[in-house]
């Protein structure tokens, strides 16, 4: 049985990046994992990006949900 790890990620515009942090996740091998994202008003294509990998994952548990738009600390 491989060992569960939650992995909690915060966003704000980092779509330039956020594809290959994603898919680091699904690179992963020797553990199961679930994600929890809070985007916290990106006006870029991260909630794009966090959607189209969730609907290419339908197998893992990733949830999605819009930040409080108050800045990292309470994202």
């Known amino acids: 049985m491989k060992p569960h790890v939650c992995i909690l990620l915060g966003t704000f515009n980092g779509g330039q990046y956020l594809r290959q942090q994603l898919e680091s996740f699904v690179a992963q091998t020797g553990v199961n994992w679930s994600l929890r994202v809070s985007d916290d008003g990106s006006d ?4 794009d990006i966090i959607v189209s990998f969730i609907k290419a994952h339908p197998d893992r548990d990733i949830r999605f949900y819009e930040g409080p738009k108050q800045g990292s600390a309470a994202n």
């Open 44 to 47: 870029d294509d991260s909630r």
